[in-house]
C-alpha cells in the first residue's frame, strides 16, 4: 500500500479504477519500480542503515530484505538464506543418583528417519523439565544449510526412598504409636549410602520433620546441598489384638 500511496500517479490511478482494475494495469513489478524501503525505514527512525536496500525491477531470483544476499548465494556454506533444520525435542528420564552425581548417557534417537546415537551430559542437580541442547544434532535442512538443534527435556523418574522438594531431599520413617509418644531412634540412609542414627524425640506429631543439613542434592555446580528431612509416619495399626485392645482402651480412659 505504502508503494501505491506514495507515488502520485499510482494513487491517482488507484483513487480512479479501483483495486481491481488498477491491478489489471499495473504488475506487482511496476508497483515496486523505483520503491526505496529506505525511505520508510528513515520515517520510522531505522535510518542510518549500513544496507542500501531498493526494490529495482525484479528480476530474477526476487528480491531481499537484506540487501545482495539471496538463497545459495554462499556456496552451500550454510549462510546467506539457506534454511536451518528443524529443532527437535524428545524426552530422556534420568534417576535422582543422576542428579546426585552427575552422568554420561548414550541414548539412540531417530532423527530424519534414521538412528543417530548422541552422548549427552546430565549436569548435577539438574531440575524437572529443564532442557539440555546438543547443537547441531536436530533435523537437517532442506537445502544444505546447518542442521537444527536437539533438545531433550528432563524427566525425573520416581525414586522408591525419596521424594525431591527442590534442592531438598524427603524420606520417611514410619514409628510406632508408643515410639512416638516415647521417642525412639531410627536408621536413615542418604541418596550417596550414608546411614545415620537419628533420634526420634517424645512427643512426634505424624508428619513431623528432622533435618540432616547438607545432605540433599547439589545446587549446581558450586558444591553446596540441600538438605535431607526425615519425615516422621505414625503407624497407626488397622487390627488389634484384645491384649493391645485393652491397653489402648486403658489409655484412653487415662486421657490418652
Do not use: W
Not at 21 to 43: A, G, K, T, V
Request: proline fraction near 4%; hydrophobic fraction near 30%; aromatic fraction near 8%.
Amino acid at each position: 500500500a505504502y508503494a501505491v500511496l506514495s507515488d502520485a500517479e499510482k494513487k491517482k490511478q488507484y483513487d480512479t479504477f479501483g483495486s481491481t482494475q488498477f491491478h489489471q494495469r499495473y504488475s506487482q513489478e511496476d508497483i515496486f519500480r523505483n520503491f526505496d524501503i529506505n525511505e520508510i525505514l528513515r520515517q520510522f527512525n531505522f535510518g542510518g542503515g549500513s544496507q542500501n536496500i531498493h526494490f529495482g525491477g525484479g528480476g530474477p531470483g526476487g528480491f531481499s530484505f537484506f540487501g545482495n544476499q539471496t538463497r545459495g548465494g554462499c556456496g552451500g556454506g550454510g549462510c546467506g538464506g539457506q534454511m536451518k533444520g528443524q529443532d527437535l525435542t524428545y524426552q530422556i528420564t534420568v534417576t535422582l543418583e543422576d542428579v546426585m552425581n552427575g552422568a554420561e548417557r548414550n541414548i539412540t534417537l531417530r532423527t530424519n528417519g534414521k538412528a543417530q546415537n548422541v552422548s549427552v551430559r546430565i549436569p548435577k542437580g539438574i531440575e524437572e523439565g529443564k532442557k539440555l541442547r546438543l547443537k547441531e544434532k536436530g533435523g537437517a535442512s532442506p537445502d544444505g544449510g546447518l542442521p537444527g538443534d536437539l533438545f531433550l527435556k528432563v524427566e525425573i523418574a520416581p525414586h522408591d526412598r525419596f521424594v525431591r522438594e527442590g534442592d531438598d531431599l524427603v524420606t520417611e520413617k514410619l514409628v510406632t504409636f508408643s515410639e512416638a509418644c516415647l521417642g525412639t531412634k531410627v536408621e536413615v540412609e542418604t541418596i550417596e549410602g550414608k546411614k545415620f542414627v537419628v533420634t526420634i524425640p517424645p512427643g512426634s506429631v505424624n508428619e513431623s520433620r528432622l533435618r540432616l543439613k547438607g545432605h540433599g542434592l547439589p545446587m549446581g555446580p558450586i558444591g553446596e546441598r540441600g538438605d535431607l528431612y526425615v519425615k516422621v509416619g505414625v503407624a497407626v495399626p488397622k487390627e488389634l489384638n484384645q491384649e493391645q485392645e485393652d491397653l489402648i482402651r486403658d489409655l484412653q480412659k487415662a486421657g490418652l
